[in-house]
């Protein structure tokens, strides 16, 4: 049954575009500890891609990504807010803003349920299957081909030229905030624009794999890649071809199990993670370091 | 208005039955995770209420109708899977508290995803009921499931009742829970039992998604009012409860609207007014009381510029003279001279301002405390004269008539301060 069509490319080219974008970015939250705040935020995206809805009238309008995006810096401020303001604690602040957002967002939904054609399954778990039918067709009546893909090109595009203008001072900010300070790098610019990309990458793929399924293509081929090496330049690449292979291995999964091919990318995916952290976990490793022997301490 | 009479009138018996159900749920999700909110956990309910989606879809599959015994039991094992895969990530791996915890929740979701769309595909006609775990439906809650749900959150509560000195120890000191010697490590694989339990509980009537915010908001919202755990516990039960009941009728007159997402509306909203108004620890209150410490702190020392002035035998200073002082706040300024100009502690006269006697008094008082706080560091801290006033100029504000009552003790009532400058007692003259 295992077949290489157009089809079939199209779906993994798409699904490799979108799942490079998430780990290009993703390196960075994880470096920063963020990652849970990247899952915050690709909850809590929903009312902004439902409000934006509701106003264009499509899920083509611009008005999606405006509203997904502000939502998203929104969630970013609110936690810092939250952290900063009110004294709760880091983790508690996240849970309470995104579990806040994304249920404002189904309410939304079910709201308007009868105005907007968006339900909740869509944007939860989306269907790459589709695509190949979802076409872009200009005014003159020309096809261009699935509109998804062209989005996820886009968005690629955006996201290299992200890093590349802003390499050193991601890179920086990422690993020393306060040196980065010192040497006059706005780190709070710096964080807010990483927020935005995410937010934008989410609503860009949401439609594809699903705002949730964002998240872990957002931390699991960067956490991955991570376990292998500790170099970023080693990190990125990793974590670019981990995107490949599990779009690859995950279309032709879901294929041979007739399910969600997100759902079956992200699961191969944790896969992939788990075989990479026995290999390399503590246990089964010798340790190269200098340990501190017993009779050092007694001495 | 017909629909809330009928609602909370509860003479519908499977209503009334719903609510005991919601509020035994809440009691039970809140009690657990106020200690994982308190224990800096409190993430990981969000990536156990995630995880338990592939066991429910398992459980389902197996049973291949909604039958609770299944359901429950999927859960607690996938819900484990993920508790154990996180703590020996942590241990075996360098990846980040945090990572760990968005991978875990994310690959778990993906595997359940893919569950649930194999089973749409088998045509299963049970599968509807199966929605319901990802935004929750507290309306379609079956009775015979209700016992169990409630069954378990009884146990949690008793459980959590009845070990409560334990986890008390886990989430404020586990190292001397371990020293006095209790088996910690045992108590915190209870506490995760417990907290899986309450997740499977809690997604009936809340969803996967949105399961983190009943085991997180209750317990960071209550954590504003109150620093004793007793009434914490309660206050964070009756915010769910609350919560719950809001949400269920929500659902109840809107039958198409899931329950989950307006139990996290009105829980946000009371954990919103709790930052905000909250006594002693809310946003508004410790703006106000900063703001009058600041104005207090300026007025003090407008009152030892003046008495300065007296020390280099001048009688007072002329009002320009004292805002010059203060280049960037001559509105504090301003306001602090007319303050103490009616607490009658200076007199204005033709714009010089000199101290009455009871303004030197207190101008004496924060000299004194500071020259004291002085001396104190200089000869117990051992502390260089020339790195002792920025402190002193903080202390000045906040040594109380005991503290200085002590120093001057300690300091057996020292007549001056390292910088040979005399400490104002106030029988002295000048």
């Not at chain 1, 081929?221 to 292998?228: C, D, G, I, S």
């Not at chain 2, 484990?80 to 990572?99: Q, V």
């Not at chain 2, 280099?312 to 009002?319: D, I, P, T």
Request: aromatic share 10%; net charge neutral.
């Amino acid at each position: 049954m295992m077949s290489f069509d157009q089809n079939a490319f199209l779906i993994i080219f798409t699904a490799s575009l979108i799942a490079i974008s998430c780990g290009l970015l993703g390196v960075f939250m994880m470096l920063r500890k963020m990652s849970m705040t990247g899952d915050a935020i690709s909850h809590a995206v929903l009312p902004g891609i439902v409000i934006g809805f509701f106003i264009s009238g499509s899920q083509r309008g611009v008005e999606v990504i405006v509203g997904a995006g502000l939502l998203g810096i929104i969630a970013t401020m609110v936690i810092d807010f939250l952290r900063k303001k009110a004294k709760v604690q880091l983790d508690a602040s996240i849970g309470i803003t995104f579990t806040l957002l994304f249920a404002i967002g189904i309410i939304l939904i079910n709201l308007l349920a009868y105005k907007v054609d968006l339900d909740q399954e869509c944007v939860l778990y989306g269907e790459i299957a589709y695509l190949p039918i979802d076409l872009w067709i200009t005014k003159a009546g020309f096809s261009m081909g699935p509109r998804i893909t062209w989005l996820a090109l886009l968005n690629l595009l955006l996201v290299i030229t992200f890093i590349l203008l802003l390499f050193k001072e991601l890179k920086l900010t990422s690993f020393d905030e306060g040196f980065g300070l010192v040497m006059g790098i706005p780190a709070g610019g710096i964080n807010l624009a990483l927020m935005s990309m995410v937010s934008y990458t989410t609503v860009s793929s949401f439609e594809a794999v699903g705002a949730i399924l964002v998240v872990a293509l957002l931390v699991v081929p960067p956490a991955t890649a991570f376990l292998w090496t500790k170099n970023i330049k080693s990190l990125i690449q990793l974590t670019v071809l981990i995107g490949i292979g599990i779009s690859i291995i995950g279309y032709y999964m879901a294929f041979w199990l007739d399910s969600s091919i997100a759902g079956m990318i992200v699961s191969v995916a944790g896969l992939v993670f788990l075989v990479s952290a026995v290999f390399n976990s503590k246990k089964y490793k010798f340790k190269s370091g200098t340990r501190l022997e017993p009779e050092a301490l007694s001495s | 208005m017909e629909n809330f009479l009928y609602f909370f009138s509860f003479q519908d018996a499977s209503i009334a039955f719903i609510v005991l159900g919601i509020t035994i749920l809440g009691i039970g999700s809140a009690y657990v995770g106020t200690f994982s909110f308190l224990d800096n956990k409190a993430l990981l309910g969000d990536a156990i209420s995630h995880a338990v989606l592939p066991g429910i879809c398992l459980g389902f599959m197996l049973a291949g109708e909604k039958n609770p015994y299944y359901i429950v039991g999927g859960a607690i094992i996938s819900g484990s899977l993920a508790t154990f895969l996180s703590s020996w990530l942590k241990e075996n791996t360098k990846l980040s508290e945090d990572s760990i915890i968005a991978v875990i929740l994310s690959t778990f979701f993906g595997l359940g995803i893919v569950l649930l769309t194999v089973i749409q595909k088998s045509g299963n006609p049970e599968m509807a009921g199966l929605n319901q775990f990802i935004f929750g439906n507290a309306i379609g809650i079956l009775e015979e499931d209700l016992w169990v749900y409630g069954g378990l959150a009884f146990i949690i509560i008793l459980s959590l009742s009845l070990l409560m000195k334990e986890f008390r120890l886990l989430v404020f000191n586990a190292e001397f829970g371990k020293a006095i010697g209790f088996p910690m490590d045992r108590v915190r694989l209870v506490f995760n039992i417990l907290m899986i339990l309450s997740v499977v509980i809690g997604i009936q009537a809340i969803g996967v998604v949105l399961m983190a915010a009943l085991l997180i908001t209750p317990g960071a919202a209550a954590r504003f009012w109150t620093d004793r755990l007793s009434s914490l516990l309660i206050l964070a039960g009756v915010f769910a409860v609350l919560s719950g009941i809001i949400g269920t009728y929500i659902s109840f007159v809107l039958p198409q609207m899931p329950t989950g997402p307006w139990v996290v509306v009105s829980l946000s909203t009371l954990a919103l007014i709790s930052f905000v108004f909250a006594p002693k620890k809310g946003i508004l209150y410790r703006f106000f009381s900063r703001r009058k410490y600041l104005t207090k702190m300026h007025r003090d020392h407008v009152l030892k510029s003046l008495y300065k002035a007296l020390e280099e035998k001048k009688s007072g200073l002329s009002q320009s003279e004292l805002l010059a002082l203060y280049p960037h706040h001559k509105r504090e300024t301003n306001r602090s001279i007319s303050y103490l100009r009616k607490r009658s502690q200076l007199i204005i006269k033709e714009g010089f301002i000199t101290l009455t006697s009871k303004g030197k008094s207190e101008a004496m008082r924060i000299v004194r405390l500071h020259r004291l706080w002085e001396s104190y560091l200089n000869e117990y801290m051992n502390i260089a004269p020339d790195h002792v006033h920025d402190s002193a100029e903080k202390m000045e504000h906040l040594l109380t008539p005991e503290l200085e009552a002590l120093l001057d003790n300690r300091l057996k009532y020292p007549k001056l301060d390292p910088h040979q400058e005399n400490i104002p007692r106030d029988h002295d003259e000048l």
